[in-house]
């Protein structure tokens, strides 16, 4: 695994180091921002995020894949090694941000070397991409309708001697059934607070006189 992650480290990399233009020019292949208006124009929405790693926390984490036994399969002596040109590719890692971050495909930059807060950041993107979204069950007209009251009473019909004939259905109606007392009981309780208060607002009255 780590030979295998090596030869696509280097068929990936290796071009970074070469001219300054060749850099670019490999981002923007690489990166789907620069068909995210094709995807954008058809409903997709495209979320790009790049998890920014320090280069003394990328040292610790290469020096835990050393010394762990259980994470020594992640480790590639070609990482370690590809160090030395942490400039080369934070210039590159810069060029492709700032040639492949749109309007309709921008990339967010996470700081990584918290996973918890990296976590978090990354959760907080996609929750506030999702309510812009607003997604939605689609909503089928009244021939889908008919097809569907067709199909269950096919299936309803197929139902074994002494089964329910649609438990689905049973296990809806009883879900709603506890959920119309559970909001009952919560109304009721608060009826309940309601008029306890009434009483001690009029109880303080008449000690008040």
């Known amino acids: 695994m780590a030979d295998d992650r090596a030869k696509l480290l280097a068929g990936f990399v290796e071009p970074l180091r070469v001219e300054p233009g060749a850099k670019v020019r490999l981002a923007k292949d690489f990166d789907p921002g620069y068909k995210a208006s094709f995807l954008t124009d058809n409903g997709f929405k495209v979320v790009k995020l790049f998890l920014n790693l320090s280069k003394e ?119 709603a059934k506890k959920e119309r007392a559970a909001k009952e009981s919560k109304q009721g309780r608060k009826q309940r607070e309601r008029m306890k208060k009434v009483r001690e607002d009029l109880r303080e009255a008449r000690h008040g006189r």
């Open 57 to 175: 926390e990328q040292r610790i984490r290469f020096l835990r894949r050393v010394d762990l036994p259980e994470k020594n399969w992640k480790f590639s002596a070609a990482d370690a090694r590809e160090r030395k040109y942490w400039d080369d590719y934070q210039a590159a890692f810069s060029d492709m941000l700032s040639n492949t971050s749109t309007e309709w495909a921008p990339w967010y930059v996470i700081p990584a070397d918290h996973k918890w807060f990296a976590r978090i950041c990354v959760s907080a993107v996609l929750a506030l991409t999702l309510m812009d979204i607003d997604p939605r069950y689609p909503q089928v007209d009244e021939a889908r309708k008919e097809d569907l009251a067709e199909t269950r009473a096919l299936l309803e019909a197929e139902a074994p001697e002494g089964a329910a004939a649609d438990p689905a259905k049973a296990e809806l109606a009883a879900k």
